[in-house]
């Protein structure tokens, strides 16, 4: 079986879970680029060159997925056949008034202060990776995808902290 029929998961051995071993995930990837990059394949036939290419862009594509927590859980939903309209609204309004406060604070702290209003946003992540968790084994993946949203916010509000 070809490479381009499995999932990205599949293609490392791994479940399809929200957390993953990153380590894991980076040797597979190396013995995977090794056995496919384009390079071993430099007298081969143009068929065999341009499946080496394709396997080899299809193992980069699902690295950068499954590394990226965010593109992970987006993924998921994707096998899982889950799909959001593009334009619909997040309606959390609880999060989405704690979010404006918090980019608030973010804009009025003192560089000393970023350290620690990281800590903050580092704490809510992992909380909410953990009900992640439990959303995919229920397979709730209206509030996966919710959770996966919130998760976008944090790390939006992390790269304003490290401007």
């Known amino acids: 079986m070809s490479l381009l029929n499995l999932n990205y998961f599949e293609i490392f051995g791994i479940e ?14 190396l013995t995977l680029q090794s056995e496919f990059h384009p390079d071993k394949f430099v007298n081969a036939s143009n068929l065999e060159k341009s499946m080496a290419t394709r396997i080899s862009t299809y193992i980069n594509d699902a690295y950068n997925t499954l590394s990226d927590l965010v593109e992970r859980v987006d993924y998921i ?12 609204t997040f309606k959390n309004t ?26 903050e946003i580092s704490i809510e992540i992992k909380t ?4 992640m968790q439990n959303n995919l084994n229920n397979r709730d993946f209206d509030i996966l995808y919710e959770n996966n949203s ?6 939006k509000n992390i790269r304003q902290l490290s401007i």
């Open 16 to 29: 399809a879970q929200i957390t993953i071993d990153i380590e894991h995930l980076n040797k597979k990837y």
């Open 150 to 155: 919130m998760i976008k916010f944090y790390k």
């Open 94 to 119: 609880n999060f989405l008034t704690d979010q404006m406060m918090l980019s608030e604070k973010i804009e009025n702290a003192n560089p000393i202060q970023y350290k620690d209003i990281q800590n």
């Open 128 to 131: 909410i990776i953990l009900e």
């Open 77 to 88: 939903l994707q096998i899982n056949n889950y799909s959001k309209e593009e334009h619909t």
